[in-house]
């Protein structure tokens, strides 16, 4: 068993989907109308095959209550491996990204956490880093 697709819960898909491709940097793996929306996945640009996000629309009544839950709380709705976060947060805060945590180093790890401007904070985290 293996994970091939996660899903993140966006309050917009088409503004998620610029977001995700020309500030991140993720590719689209499928983007297939399906009458109000769309399976509309995005994949790393290292890994286009790889396992995919699908930015699936926030219309169930159960997902506002809890993002808000989780972003009233700092709680990231999940991580995504970098390189250098000092580097990636550099890079981002330059695109215009907000961040709620700057590079903070946890040991052996550090993170980073932003607002991907469609409801969620979103982590970044590297193993072996320090902070600068």
């Given at each position: 068993m293996?994970?091939?697709v996660?899903?993140i819960?966006?309050?917009?898909?088409r503004t998620?989907?610029?977001?995700?491709?020309?500030?991140?940097?993720?590719?689209?793996?499928a983007d297939?109308?399906?009458?109000?929306h769309?399976?509309?996945?995005?994949a790393?640009a290292?890994?286009?095959?790889?396992?995919?996000?699908?930015?699936?629309?926030?219309d169930?009544?159960?997902?506002?209550?809890?993002?808000?839950?989780?972003v009233?709380?700092?709680?990231?709705?999940?991580s995504?491996a970098?390189?250098?976060?000092?580097?990636?947060?550099?890079r981002?805060?330059a695109?215009?990204?907000?961040f709620v945590?700057p590079?903070?180093?946890?040991?052996?790890?550090?993170?980073a956490?932003?607002?991907?401007?469609?409801?969620?904070?979103?982590?970044?985290?590297?193993?072996?880093?320090?902070?600068?």
């Amino acid at each position: 068993m293996k994970i091939t697709v996660m899903s993140i819960f966006v309050s917009d898909q088409r503004t998620a989907l610029t977001f995700y491709t020309d500030v991140l940097g993720f590719v689209v793996a499928a983007d297939i109308p399906m009458g109000e929306h769309s399976w509309l996945t995005v994949a790393s640009a290292d890994d286009p095959n790889g396992m995919q996000i699908s930015l699936e629309p926030a219309d169930h009544p159960a997902v506002a209550p809890f993002r808000d839950a989780l972003v009233a709380d700092g709680i990231p709705w999940t991580s995504f491996a970098v390189d250098d976060v000092q580097a990636e947060y550099d890079r981002l805060v330059a695109h215009g990204v907000e961040f709620v945590q700057p590079p903070t180093s946890m040991g052996p790890m550090t993170t980073a956490v932003f607002d991907d401007t469609v409801g969620n904070l979103i982590q970044i985290a590297s193993m072996g880093e320090t902070d600068r």
